[in-house]
């Protein structure tokens, strides 16, 4: 029997593709009242870079303070035996997760946090849970039970105030524009609040008594009215334009700088799309801001005026519209939590379109070789249907919404023609009244409907939003503020380090190593792959934290470093280095300023000197992205090029010279030997020509040191890297 107080269960939205397990167990949490945010539960369910799992989720619910069990279901009956354990959490199509929140007799309701919340049969519910294992028809839910130590924990502050904040911060240099608006909108509105008493002044004053001077007073006032609010409509077309570019470049640029204020793992647990997306998202934010905050406060305005003009009219005209109002927006809303759904829905499937895309463009080759174009085509079609989907239904909701409130708003508009007509007849309402009553009407329907639509897209915004400002709640890279800048002129220590990916992974990638390298000296490292040999080197560029032991750069802690600093005096190569499209010049300085008496020695240490000289423009030859245009051998001597040209202190090669034949991979390696006389160099490679003449060389396996020394040194030992070597050579032999 449960002996505390359960709240309402909360829906959230996922943020990203991989959020879908944490965001369940965020729902779960706020249902048990404690409302924690997502960055504070994926700081307890590490979703590696495979996404989660129920294991994981499991250890994070366990570390909130509940009881986490896993159930399993093998029939529809099943179904029943979870209704003591509700709200628990399903895995879903074999990789989603929902939570379940009630079970009905014919119906259960689900709360997927990619699509909100949803009601289906049972049979479609139990056919969801084993779409993903259809083999062994078993479906996976784990039952959470709050201990007394959840209740222990505090929820998170609201994060209205830092939202709040962080427009201001965006808006600070805007508000002139803001304050000029305002203002030419109150005069607009005194404007249009005299225009009803005109017309019906022009009527039964002029028109019905037969004054033609009264008549043309009245017209030109109406027209000095009419030229006054066109000439402000203009100034604001101009000004709304202005904004709307200041106001998209901030937030762009903002976003950007805060992207490279974040650590590496966040990019490597998220997709392009994703990220592009967000992109896209300032958009809307910026064009809810400059639009629809405006539009929004114009129609307030409007709204107030003609309201106070027609109460002095007549007060039923203003009861008929109030209703007719009242109608619209209930109709309204009642479309909101579906076009949410379909707003997320085409989010979703808009960054999968473009990852899809990316995917298919990029690995061109590979398809083409393979004739598996179909592949990924297929998946694109799959998707871009789902897409399309969801624009008709967008569409057809947009259709339904008008016709409704046309109808509304008719239907009105007859009413009040009767109930005006019938005063007339009764002597108690002039012509001029009328006619100033149909008037005001008219510009009551407009602000209402913008007010709905400032609302709707209001909430379309605030999804938008919601997505930016998870990046803005992220930790940024540590060591960006500290003070203190490491030498790369020390020695390296590593100190009974131990790291590992994920926090379920079985295997250290290290594992209480203690590592030295000296100084102006080279360093190689070798042994099987998936020993840890790039990790090492991840963690000297600052990469990875939240290692135990301790990284010493001479006697100055590495934690404690600059880590901004600390790159400007390190070269890599990496596997996972990136050709930008550019000239090869600003390829290799990454600058839009190029120092050329160290580009060409950087060419000529990578040995493409010669190479780039023969192109017609020699480095100012513009470059494909990713490298398009040129082999992976070139591409990696540009990539040394790179490296070399900031003349690094501490220079990191991982399996630099692998996509090298040997003769330019002996003539490199002679070039950076001499390149490196006191500089540290570290190395990760397999072949033998790239590290043989390395003053220490590592023998890594699983994570730790399995011996060290020279290369004579270690082929006397006859151990693991006289092993290593012995299997290369044969390789070669065979």
């Not at 202005?242 to 590496?264: A, Q, T, Y």
């Not at 390190?570 to 600058?591: C, D, P």
């Not at 591409?635 to 692998?658: C, F, G, H, S, W």
Request: with cysteine; glycine share 6%; net charge positive.
């Amino acid at each position: 029997m449960r002996l505390f107080k359960k709240s309402r269960l909360r829906f959230y939205h996922q943020i990203n593709a991989s959020d879908c397990g944490i965001t369940c167990l965020r729902m779960v949490c706020s249902y048990y009242g404690r409302k924690f945010s997502t960055d504070r539960l994926a700081g307890m369910v590490d979703t590696a870079n495979i996404g989660t799992s129920m294991a994981l989720l499991r250890e994070g619910a366990t570390l909130l303070g509940f009881h986490a069990e896993g159930l399993v279901l093998q029939r529809l009956e099943d179904i029943d035996k979870l209704q003591d354990d509700l709200p628990c959490i399903v895995h879903w199509r074999g990789n989603h997760f929902v939570v379940l929140k009630k079970i009905g007799k014919r119906n259960v309701t689900i709360a997927d946090p990619a699509r909100g919340i949803v009601v289906m049969s049972r049979e479609d519910f139990y056919d969801h849970c084993f779409a993903g294992n259809p083999g062994s028809r078993k479906a996976y839910v784990m039952s959470l039970q709050p201990e007394a130590r959840f209740f222990e924990l505090e929820s998170d502050p609201s994060t209205f105030k830092p939202r709040m904040a962080f427009l201001q911060r965006q808006l600070a240099h805007k508000r002139i524009y803001f304050v000029v608006l305002i203002t030419g909108l109150v005069v607009t509105m005194l404007m249009q609040f005299l225009l009803p008493f005109l017309t019906r002044n022009l009527v039964d004053g002029g028109i019905a008594s037969g004054e033609l001077k009264l008549v043309q007073y009245l017209l030109l006032a109406q027209l000095a009215l009419i030229l006054s609010k066109s000439t402000f409509e203009i100034l604001r077309g101009w000004i709304v334009t202005h904004l709307s570019i200041r106001v998209n470049f901030s937030l762009v640029h903002s976003f950007l700088s805060k992207l490279f204020r974040l650590p590496v793992t966040f990019f490597e647990r998220r997709k392009i799309g994703d990220l592009l997306q967000r992109v896209r998202d300032h958009q809307r934010v910026e064009v809810f801001i400059t639009r629809y905050v405006l539009s929004f406060i114009t129609s307030v305005l409007s709204l107030i005026v003609f309201t106070t003009v027609l109460y002095i009219y007549n007060s039923v005209f203003l009861l008929l519209f109030g209703i007719s109002a009242i109608l619209y927006l209930l109709w309204i809303f009642i479309f909101i939590e579906v076009r949410k759904k379909n707003d997320w829905e085409r989010f979703e499937t808009l960054s999968m379109n473009q990852t899809i895309l990316t995917q298919l463009v990029s690995g061109i080759q590979d398809l083409k070789i393979y004739n598996s174009s179909e592949f990924f085509i297929s998946k694109w079609k799959l998707n871009q249907e789902k897409y399309n989907g969801t624009l008709f239904r967008s569409l057809r909701i947009g259709q339904i919404q008008e016709t409704g409130a046309t109808i509304i708003f008719e239907i009105t508009q007859l009413f009040i023609i009767y109930y005006s007509a019938k005063l007339i007849i009764n002597n108690k309402l002039t012509l001029g009244a009328m006619l100033s009553i149909q008037f005001i009407i008219g510009q009551l329907v407009g602000p209402v409907q913008n007010i709905v639509s400032s609302i709707l897209n209001g909430v379309e915004a605030k999804l938008s939003f919601d997505r930016i400002f998870d990046i803005w709640m992220k930790q940024e890279e540590a060591g960006l503020t500290h003070t203190v800048k490491g030498s790369q002129q020390e020695d390296i220590y590593f100190e009974e380090v131990t790291f590992k990916h994920a926090k379920l992974d079985n295997d250290f990638a290290i594992d209480k190593l203690n590592l030295h390298i000296p100084r102006g000296k080279t360093t190689a490292i070798v042994g099987p792959s998936g020993g840890g040999k790039t990790t090492i080197l991840k963690l000297l560029m600052g990469y990875y934290t939240g290692y135990a032991g301790r990284i010493m750069i001479g006697d100055t802690d590495f934690s404690t470093i600059n880590v901004e600093d600390w790159r400007n005096h390190i070269g890599a190569v990496l596997q996972e280095n990136y050709i930008f499209n550019e000239t090869i010049a600003k390829n290799i300085a990454l600058s839009d300023e190029v120092d050329i008496a160290r580009l060409e020695r950087a060419l000529k240490i990578a040995n493409i000197y010669d190479y780039v000289c023969a192109l017609p423009l020699k480095w100012d030859m513009m470059i494909g992205a990713d490298g398009k245009g040129i082999s992976q051998g070139q591409k990696q001597r540009l990539m040394i090029a790179r490296a070399v040209y900031r003349e690094p202190d501490l220079l990191l090669l991982d399996e630099a010279t692998n996509a090298l034949d040997a003769e330019n991979e002996l003539v490199i390696m002679s070039n950076l030997k001499q390149f490196a006389k006191g500089r540290t160099l570290v190395i990760v490679a397999h072949r033998l020509s790239t590290i043989r003449f390395a003053d220490n060389i590592v023998v890594f396996d699983n994570g730790r040191i399995a011996e060290s020394g020279t290369h004579d040194q270690l082929l006397e030992n006859r151990a693991a890297y006289y092993k290593l070597i012995r299997q290369q050579l044969q390789t070669i032999e065979e």
